[in-house]
């Protein structure tokens, strides 16, 4: 049972546009998630993380909307880099009673010049 | 910035045999965590702990033991290794359960 789902799979958009990656979840308990991106080659690293408290959470280019309602949230990643090119891992962590975080399956983004 | 290693980074073993992976982290962290990470399947949690002496079953437990013998030092035990167990582990500490979690650089299991 995956408790956390991600789409599309695959993503490529062309330098300068909006990259819109999805994530949904089931548990109603989890009240943390972080974006974690990953490098060819290298270990995943923390990009940016919300709280249910917010709906929407902004560092620089990349942006969280979070819908509590219907359990989604979806990263977007404005003006588009080729360095931005990686795996986007949308992960949950559940707020009482649990200490492990559940990741979804990835979203490998490529960037064209 | 939190430090965590992983030795050793390859390591190839034959159908039944027997494996140690290691893990250690030098900022204090209360949390650790090991993953598998296969194509398709992203990172699943393998076994975790939230402090020495303590281990809790994660995702995919299955033919994988675990122990914390120190706050730093977390070992994922493969005691009959099968092909289905060749993948990238990476262990992962955190300071509370929602909070960052620092990677280490992956083992490379390759099972023959």
């Known amino acids: 049972q995956q408790q956390v789902r991600q789409s599309p799979q695959s993503l490529t958009v062309w330098e300068g546009e909006t990259a819109i990656l999805n994530c949904s979840y089931e548990?109603?308990?989890?009240?943390?998630f972080p974006w974690y991106w990953q490098f060819p080659r290298e270990s995943p690293a923390l990009l940016i993380a919300i709280r249910p408290v917010s709906n929407k959470k902004e560092d620089g280019r990349f942006t969280i909307f979070f819908n509590k309602r219907e359990k989604k949230l979806s990263l977007h990643i404005t003006d588009s880099q080729p360095g931005d090119s990686a795996t986007y891992f949308c992960a949950a962590t559940p707020g009482t009673g649990g200490y492990k975080v559940v990741f979804g399956s990835g979203t490998r983004l490529l960037v064209s010049p | 910035e939190a430090a965590v290693t992983q030795s050793p980074r390859n390591k190839v073993t034959v159908t039944g045999g027997n494996v140690t992976l290691s893990c250690r982290q030098t900022?204090?962290?209360?949390?650790m965590y090991w993953y598998r990470q296969d194509t398709g399947h992203g990172l699943r949690l393998i076994h975790y702990?939230?402090?020495?002496?303590?281990?809790q079953i994660g995702d995919v437990p299955d033919g994988y033991k675990a122990t914390r013998t120190t706050q730093e030092d977390f070992f994922l035990l493969l005691e009959l290794a099968s092909p289905s167990q060749t993948s990238l582990y990476f262990c992962a500490s955190s300071r509370v359960n929602q909070d960052t979690q620092y990677f280490g650089p992956g083992t490379r299991l390759l099972v023959l």
């Open positions: 702990s939230y402090g020495a002496g303590n281990l």
């Open positions: 900022n204090s962290h209360n949390y």
């Open positions: 548990d109603s308990t989890f009240d943390y």
